[in-house]
């Protein structure tokens, strides 16, 4: 779905132990660089590949991933897109996040359900060993790390906003020109509406009010959320009233 001039918001359909879902990574383009933001589940290389030539552009253009944090659904196919196109694309990541993506580090919900695993249901722990290996075969090496406030040049200029809480590194990315936040999964849409992440599968959620609040100073339109897809409104007083939630 176009959004913008060379800014694009993918549809892939998920089937994940049965619960049918569709994702939203972004694309933004122009005549020097094809930046694709969160690649997926693990295996939907094909989907993707799909979604960005339904929109004209041929997939082989692709030299850049923006990973928003390290989460199966956001790095899962990632791997088998460097395999298709080796030493052509570059990937970025917030420097908190590299060490879980390059396997360094255990990611946190992976960690998390390890240290329970003795007292999960049997459902919980084919979820846990269905984890593990789809992380495992998603370890892929960062090439820059980014940092807050960073302005990266290409597409028009694209914002850093590290937004910690979701996970340690998580990060949204805000595109000034057309006053559009790409949010990753500090927000998604319900019904219509602009919602916070579920508080029972953040990293900490004392960071994630901070991060809420820090979204306030940003001049906002257009909300791309992973999950749920785009919302257009006044995007910033809905912000404070999810700030406010949060807070009671």
Known sequence: MKIESGIYM???SANIMGMKSVINPTL???NDSLVLIDTGFPGQLHQIREAIEKEGIPFNKLNM???THQDIDHIGSVSDILKEMPNKVKVFAHE???AYINGEKKPVKLAKLESRLEYLPDN???IYEKLKVGFQKSIVNIDETLIDGQELSFCGGITVVYTPGHTPGHICLYLKQWKILIAGDILSVKEGLLVRADQDINFDNELNIKSMKKLMEYDIETVICYHGGIYKGDVKKRIV????ELQQ
């Open 124 to 126: 919980m722990k084919i």
């Open 65 to 67: 991933v923006i990973l």
């Open 10 to 12: 993918l549809e892939i």
């Open 28 to 30: 933004i383009w122009d």
């Open 241 to 244: 009233e999810l700030a406010n």
């Open 96 to 98: 908190e996040e590299k």
